[in-house]
């Protein structure tokens, strides 16, 4: 099974059915279907209605929700705003990296699903990349195979929910970031020290504040965003996971 994570455009999908998940986060509604023979887990990250801003949205219990009905990896699907001024609009984009140095959650916690002393599974994540190459792969194919040329960069991870200033996007520039959302930084944590090979599928809708002297147009961005949830539906219909699973390269040093 692959769980999906995304935002707008996804509150209900026909075919699917809503399952409330309960775990030691907070309940959790996972809309489930299938992709041909397989089963898909979506969970819509905002609620319905775009409910939840970014720092409302209830990580670890996303993530827990899909680990416990049985997901096998994860793909982060977000309308991105874009650091590069070479780089068009209206594109699929795909993390290489993710930068997330503050590791915290909205509330200020540490982001990680191991919060209680002694607790069963307890470990540290050594992680090479937050991403996993075979997953991500696997969603370049597709994209390609349907003319869709998409841009592969550094992610990067902003707290929200306000967007940032010029001088916050040009620090973020010097990260050698590319692209950024609000979302998926703790996603892509989480889903790691799940042992759940994980994949940031984005799009970019607009550039960052300061990138170019002209702002995105609101045309330009509701257009794209249009194309955005055609870009990450068609991921849902595609994508397939073999038999043997995608490869989890990462490693989590347990203590039991």
Not at 45 to 51: E, F, Q, T, V
Not at 150 to 174: F, Q
Not at 192 to 202: H, I, K, S, T, V
């Amino acid at each position: 099974m692959i769980g999906y994570l995304v935002g707008s455009g996804f509150y209900e999908q026909p075919g699917f059915t809503a399952q409330d998940v309960a775990t030691r986060f907070g309940r959790v509604t996972v809309l489930l279907g299938r992709r041909g023979e397989s089963p898909v887990a979506l969970i819509s990250r905002h609620g319905p209605g775009h409910a939840r801003l970014s720092h409302q949205v209830d990580y670890r219990a996303n993530l827990l929700a899909l680990k416990k009905l049985g997901a096998r990896a994860v793909v982060s699907c977000s309308v991105c705003g874009v650091l590069r001024p070479d780089w068009p609009l209206g594109h699929p984009l795909l993390a290489s990296e993710v930068f997330f140095p503050s590791n915290r959650l909205p509330d200020g916690s540490l982001c990680s699903v191991f919060t209680e002393p002694a607790e069963l599974g307890r470990g540290h994540l050594i992680a090479g990349s937050l991403v996993e190459p075979t997953l991500t792969a696997a969603i370049e194919r597709i994209w390609r195979r349907e003319g869709l040329a998409p841009l592969t960069g550094t992610y990067g991870h902003v707290d929200g929910p306000r967007l940032n200033t010029k001088s916050e996007v040009r620090a973020l520039r010097a990260a050698g970031v590319d692209f950024i959302s609000q979302t998926c930084g703790p996603e892509s944590v989480l889903a790691n020290e799940l042992e759940l090979p994980y994949a940031l599928a984005a799009f970019g809708v607009d550039h960052a504040n300061g990138v170019t002297d002209v702002p995105t147009p609101p045309e330009t961005l509701k257009a794209n965003l249009t194309r955005a949830t055609a870009a990450f539906r068609l991921l849902l219909r595609e994508l397939a996971e073999p038999a043997e699973g995608f490869r989890f390269s990462n490693f989590v040093y347990r203590f039991d």
